[in-house]
C-alpha cells in the first residue's frame, strides 16, 4: 500500500511540478506514492463555474464558497478515507518537522490549496481541516505550500532515501541545525576544512559536530532550545 496524496487546487495544472523530479520523481516512478491534483472548479454547479464570493463583512479579495469546497472534497475523497485533510494558509500553525513525521507515516494526506483572500472557515471547520502554514510570508495561494509539505513527507516514506540521503542526523530531528559539512580538496582557495574532521577520531568528530550544531542553534533559531522535541501539531487527536 503506497502513501497517496490528493491536492484540491484551482490550478491543477502547477501538479507535479518540482515534485515529478529529483527523489520524490523517482520514489513516485516506483510507485511508493502517488499524486493526484484535482480542480476544485468542476465541484462548481452554475453555469460559470463560480467557486468564490465576496466576503461577508466586506473587504477585499474573494472567499472560496464552503458548498463549492465541500463538494470538491466528496468527488475525490471517497468515503471512509482516513488522510487528514490540511488546509494550506498563512493563518495556520507552523510546519513543524513533527507534523511532517505524523503525515508521512499515515496514509497520506489530502491538501488543500486556498487562493483569494481565503476559504469559508464553515467548511474548515466542518471537514476537520488541520490548518497549516509553511512559514511567516504570503504566498499567492496554497500550492507551493502543498509542494512543499509534500516533498518534506514523501521523503520520509520508507523506502524512498537510501542510506546516502539518511535523515537521521539532520536538522530539525533532535531540536538542533545540523552542523556545517565539508568535503574535497582539504584545501580551497586558502580555506582548510577544520582539522578534526580530518583526524579519524570518530568520538572528537561527534563532540565536535554537536557543539557546533548547539553554537549554530542558539545563534540563529534559540527558539528550538526551549521547544520540546516531536510537539504535536495540529488538532488535538491529529495522527
Ligand atoms: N498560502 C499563502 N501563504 C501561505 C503560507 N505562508 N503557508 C501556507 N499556505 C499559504
Not at 520523481?25 to 453555469?47: F, H, N, V, Y
Not at 572528537?204 to 553554537?215: I, P, Q, Y
Request: hydrophobic share 40%.
Amino acid at each position: 500500500m503506497s502513501w497517496n496524496a490528493t491536492v484540491l487546487t484551482l490550478f491543477p495544472g502547477m501538479f507535479p511540478g518540482p515534485l515529478g523530479t529529483s527523489l520524490a520523481g523517482r520514489a513516485m516512478d516506483r510507485g511508493l506514492w502517488s499524486l493526484e491534483a484535482r480542480d476544485i472548479r468542476e465541484a462548481a454547479t452554475d453555469r460559470h463555474r463560480t467557486v468564490d464570493d465576496t466576503p461577508f463583512g466586506g473587504g477585499a479579495g474573494m472567499v472560496l464558497r464552503p458548498d463549492v469546497v465541500d463538494a470538491a472534497i466528496a468527488a475525490a475523497v471517497p468515503e471512509g478515507d482516513q488522510r487528514p485533510l490540511v488546509f494550506l494558509t498563512p493563518r495556520g500553525v507552523p510546519l513543524r518537522q513533527s507534523l511532517v513525521r505524523q503525515l508521512a507515516a499515515g496514509p497520506g494526506v489530502v491538501a488543500l490549496c486556498g487562493r483569494y483572500e481565503g476559504v469559508d472557515q464553515r467548511v474548515v471547520e466542518a471537514r476537520g481541516m488541520i490548518e497549516v502554514s509553511i512559514g511567516d510570508y504570503v504566498l499567492s495561494g496554497g500550492e507551493l505550500g502543498a509542494m512543499v509539505l509534500l516533498d518534506a513527507c514523501v521523503r520520509l516514506i520508507p523506502g524512498v532515501m537510501g542510506a546516502a540521503e539518511s535523515a537521521e542526523e539532520e536538522s530539525f530531528s533532535s531540536n538542533l541545525l545540523e552542523y556545517p559539512h565539508y568535503t574535497r580538496p582539504a584545501e580551497w582557495r586558502g580555506l582548510r576544512v577544520p582539522e578534526v574532521l580530518l583526524s579519524g577520531h570518530h568520538a572528537e568528530v561527534a563532540r565536535w559536530r554537536r557543539e557546533r550544531s548547539e553554537a549554530v542553534t542558539r545563534e540563529r533559531r534559540p527558539d528550538l532550545l526551549t521547544h520540546s522535541p516531536n510537539q504535536d501539531q495540529g488538532r488535538a487527536g491529529a495522527p
